[in-house]
Nanobody
Framework: QVQLVESGGGLVQAGGSLRLSCAASGRTFGMYSMGWFRQAPGKEREFVAAISRTGGSTYYSDSVKGRFTISREYAKNTVFLQMSSLKPEDTAVYYC????????????????WGQGTQVTVAS
């Protein structure tokens, strides 16, 4: 089992940047594919980005491709989401998720979830 704790959310102006972090507990960080999802008020949770267990493969939704970058640092048991050129429509609670599948899921069928961190982009 793994516990996930997100941080780095906040209020930013449109066009700005933020970096979200997700710290994972335990010694098996490398056994998990990691994903980022978000949920805006009144909307369903949606896929944002994912990274494979090895870090060799990354996946992005069309809405963030070219603006967001997912990465992972094994020494720190942490996955990051670097967000640039932020838009008001990026406003949401961002969740980190973990799963043991070799290839990351692009749906919210992950086994473990963090509590979320709020990102608000002001126009």
């Amino acid at each position: 089992q793994v516990q996930l704790v997100e941080s780095g959310g906040g209020l930013v102006q449109a066009g700005g940047s933020l970096r979200l972090s997700c710290a994972a507990s335990g010694r098996t960080f490398g056994m998990y594919s990691m994903g980022w999802f978000r949920q805006a008020p009144g909307k369903e949770r949606e896929f944002v980005a994912a990274i494979s267990r090895t870090g060799g493969s990354t996946y992005y939704s069309d809405s963030v491709k070219g603006r967001f970058t997912i990465s992972r640092e094994y020494a720190k048991n942490t996955v990051f989401l670097q967000m640039s050129s932020l838009k008001p429509e990026d406003t949401a609670v961002y969740y980190c998720a973990a799963d043991r599948r070799l290839i990351p899921a692009l749906t919210d069928s992950y086994d473990y979830w963090g509590q979320g961190t709020q990102v608000t982009v002001a126009s």
